[in-house]
């Protein structure tokens, strides 16, 4: 493995999240006061494979601290899963000079870098760079906050609605894998039901419970969905609770990608700094192929492979609050 790195490339890889942009001008502005030569890769691997590569200095990261989404853009790169895709990327690499990489990014990001970095020798570090919160070995990911706080802010406001007009409304977030946002949103918002993939959809309860309440005439209900729940979403759980409490009046409410846009919320843009910072210090180092985390506050590093094979999982205890609260 490469001991000494002097140049620096850094990419955003996958779906965007806000903090992004604080974490790349962390990673610059560090890379740079080490005397490090820094380029910023576009459009995530694809920029690798293309030659879509810059040069990068401080006056590069202006202004972008309170920015969503990513100056350097990203995409999923089919090309680069292949053999002659990474061939390609790593002939652009030697041809500025890049001997170390930082990736900013979800564990499908982390993957290719471990194949990329065991095939060429490159020393790679991964940062968690996603709204799931999936990823295990940290507390935190960037952009989870954003868009948690997106999601309640806007599950408030149906709620308002729903008071006005007695109406259930079912109200789907993003988690295709992971139900955090789901989990975290619902108990914030005091959601009657809270559907991750995580958790069996125990649904004759909730219609239990639903038909319940209509004879006490408790028509204002919330039930905060994960895309990737068992039933396939929200517009399928409010087709079968239609299906079978006819008359209770409901509305179905996508958030869909709001949450993965706007500024990011000052904890993002904190653990964002935090990371990009600590990314650059361990390939400087010598600390590499790590993927950098923050648990208890401190900041973890564990093995790139680690992180791609564990996922981050709901503990019992947040089953049980929400279980408990939901009531």
């Not at 680069?80 to 930082?102: C, M, Q, S, T, V």
């Not at 996603?130 to 952009?143: C, M, N, P, R």
Request: a neutral charge; charged letters at 25%; proline letters at 2%.
């Amino acid at each position: 493995m490469i001991k000494n790195v002097n140049k620096i490339g850094v990419l955003t890889s996958g779906g965007d999240s806000p903090g992004m942009n604080a974490c790349i001008r962390a990673v610059i502005r560090t890379g740079i006061h080490n005397g490090k030569e820094m380029f910023g890769i576009m459009r995530g691997y694809t920029g690798m494979v293309e030659d879509d590569i810059i040069a990068m200095e401080s006056r590069s990261v202006a202004n972008i601290i309170q920015r969503g989404g990513t100056i350097l853009k990203t995409s999923r790169c089919m090309e680069f899963f292949e053999p002659e895709g990474r061939k390609k990327a790593y002939e652009n690499l030697k041809k500025h000079g890049i001997d170390g990489l930082i990736i900013i990014g979800g564990d499908g990001s982390f993957r290719g870098a471990q194949i990329f970095s065991k095939e060429y020798d490159i020393p790679c570090i991964g940062l968690p760079g996603t709204i799931d919160k999936d990823i295990a070995g940290t507390d935190f990911t960037i952009g989870f906050d954003t868009a948690v706080n997106t999601a309640v802010e806007a599950i408030d406001k149906i709620r308002d609605t729903a008071e006005a007009h007695d109406r259930l409304f079912v109200i789907e977030v993003m988690g295709r894998d992971a139900g955090y946002i789901a989990l975290h949103s619902g108990i914030a918002t005091g959601a009657e039901n809270i559907l991750i993939p995580e958790r069996k959809t125990e649904i004759e309860n909730i219609i239990a419970q639903l038909a319940e309440k209509e004879r006490r005439q408790k028509l204002v209900n919330l039930i905060v969905v994960a895309e990737g729940e068992e039933f396939g979403g929200g517009n399928e759980v409010a087709k079968f609770i239609k299906a079978r409490l006819p008359l209770l009046e409901i509305r179905v409410c996508i958030l869909g990608h709001i949450q993965r846009g706007g500024a990011p919320s000052c904890m993002d843009r904190l653990i964002a700094s935090r990371m990009g910072y600590h990314a650059v210090e361990s390939l400087v180092e010598g600390r590499h192929n790590v993927f950098v985390g923050i648990v208890n506050n401190k900041i973890n590093y564990i093995p790139l492979d680690e992180a791609i094979k564990k996922k981050q999982r709901i503990s019992e205890e947040w089953l049980k609050i929400v279980k408990i609260l939901a009531t």
